[in-house]
């Protein structure tokens, strides 16, 4: 079943996908020894689960019995068995992600009377389906900040769909038209989700200045310390003295260590010392903030050239991602800012931010269409817990809901 129909669907298919999964009642080892084992918890881990909701990856609820029932697998023998209640752990998750879709929401109304105004004005004077309102529909779209790109092939497609022109109403219109970009959307599918390994995970930040790299650096830190990883930060950013600070301050907040060397000094000592540091205090993620200057391309090319192979000469396959920072309230100019930064250096993901004080979320739209660059992360406000996982399902609800 499509995005769409997922979420707008029919009210039946909509229940079906909606409902969280039956959970049985109270379980304990013994019931469930011969299932197999997927991953053990123990009972600090399910604690944690609960306070550390906020920082948790989205949670899957269409788990098969199976897989739950394994979940709640305490040891490898009687003696170990404890009870969970699991009924219990499954109106936490279903809280949270009721919390998070509120979030989502919130901070996508903006941008949601942007397709509302648009929408409106374009249905206003309605009259036939024809080559004017298909015009006008172009027009809307790229007014909504999808790209003009992508504006333009949903709408020759829709020239090409016989079943438009035969829609009898405005309502029909506006369900087939939002169909249609969520279909868009929903084709192939770009990975979302933070990579994360076994050993030392390595995250590079880019992006412009002011666009909430180091906000998404220091929120990111809080997540993962609080899931009791080692993380480790390094200021490489020493262009200006006030992005070294900043990231000291995010470093106290989140209690984890910056490494940091004077504004002025080479960007690549900055992160050797970090490797160094994080290899051999064994920590788990190390994230790196740079500065952003694009106006000196050749500079920013240079400096990150440098910062990738003394990386890569401690880590082979490292960075494991390389987040581009883009600030939702500039609309199209983000979308530059993507297309120019890909040039200087390859980006895995993006992290969208203030998207609470955005219009213009619909350039999320443009930008995996278009650039074909996950966004992996957005921004809805600015304090620590204020950071979520993309979540397309969310996105698209928050986007369209009062659409349809
Ligand atoms: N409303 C809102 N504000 C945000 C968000 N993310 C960051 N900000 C604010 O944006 C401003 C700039 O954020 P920074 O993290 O300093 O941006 P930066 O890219 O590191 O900038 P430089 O340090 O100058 O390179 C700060 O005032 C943040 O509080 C967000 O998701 N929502």
């Known amino acids: 079943m499509g995005l769409f129909?997922?979420?707008?669907?029919?009210?039946?298919?909509?229940?079906?996908?909606?409902?969280?999964?039956?959970?049985?009642?109270?379980?304990?080892?013994?019931?469930?020894?011969?299932?197999?084992?997927?991953?053990?918890?123990?009972?600090?881990?399910?604690?944690?689960?609960?306070?550390?909701?906020?920082?948790?990856?989205?949670?899957?609820?269409?788990?098969?019995?199976?897989?739950?029932?394994?979940?709640?697998?305490?040891?490898?023998?009687?003696?170990?068995?404890?009870?969970?209640?699991?009924?219990?752990?499954?109106?936490?998750?279903?809280?949270?992600?009721?919390?998070?879709?509120?979030?989502y929401e919130n901070s996508l109304s903006l941008t949601r009377n942007t397709f509302k105004e648009g929408f409106n004005e374009l249905f206003a004077n309605f009259r036939t389906v024809d080559e004017e309102f298909f015009e006008e529909l172009e027009e809307t779209l790229i007014m909504s900040d999808v790209g003009v790109d992508l504006a333009m092939e949903i709408t020759k497609e829709l020239r090409q769909e016989a079943k438009?022109?035969?829609?009898?109403?405005?309502?029909?219109?506006?369900?087939?038209?939002?169909e249609k970009i969520v279909d868009k959307f929903d084709e192939d599918k770009l990975p979302s989700i933070l990579t994360m390994e076994d050993g030392l995970t390595v995250f590079l930040f880019v992006g412009v200045n002011g666009v909430g790299k180091t906000t998404t650096i220091g929120k990111l830190a809080a997540r993962y310390k609080n899931q009791h990883k080692k993380v480790l930060l390094a200021a490489a950013d020493t262009f200006r003295a006030g992005a070294i600070d900043q990231l000291v301050e995010w470093g106290r907040r989140s209690d984890v260590e910056v490494v940091t060397k004077a504004a002025g000094s080479d960007p690549a000592s900055v992160v050797y010392d970090a490797l160094q540091k994080a290899k051999a205090e064994h920590y788990d993620i190390l994230m790196i903030d740079t500065a952003g200057r694009l106006q000196n391309k050749d500079n920013l090319m240079k400096e990150l050239e440098k910062i990738g192979k003394v990386i890569r000469r401690e880590i082979p396959d490292a960075p494991h991602e390389t987040i581009l920072a883009l600030d939702a309230t500039t609309g199209q100019n983000a979308i530059q800012q993507a297309k120019e930064f890909s040039t200087v250096t390859p980006i895995t993901g993006i992290a969208l931010t203030k998207l609470d004080g955005s219009a213009k979320g619909g350039i999320v739209l443009s930008i995996v269409q278009s650039l074909r660059i996950p966004v992996k992360l957005i921004g809805l406000g600015e304090k620590i817990d204020d950071l979520q996982d993309f979540d397309e399902e969310f996105f698209v609800r928050g986007l369209f809901k009062e659409l349809l």
């Open 5 to 103: 129909d997922r979420l707008f669907g029919k009210k039946k298919e909509k229940e079906e996908a909606l409902d969280p999964v039956e959970i049985n009642h109270k379980e304990t080892v013994q019931e469930i020894e011969n299932e197999p084992a997927v991953s053990p918890v123990s009972s600090a881990d399910t604690t944690d689960e609960a306070n550390n909701i906020e920082s948790q990856q989205p949670v899957r609820f269409d788990k098969s019995e199976n897989e739950i029932n394994a979940d709640t697998r305490i040891g490898e023998n009687d003696e170990e068995a404890i009870t969970i209640d699991v009924d219990a752990l499954a109106d936490i998750f279903a809280q949270s992600r009721e919390e998070t879709e509120k979030k």
């Open 164 to 178: 438009l022109t035969k829609a009898k109403s405005a309502d029909d219109l506006r369900q087939l038209i939002v």
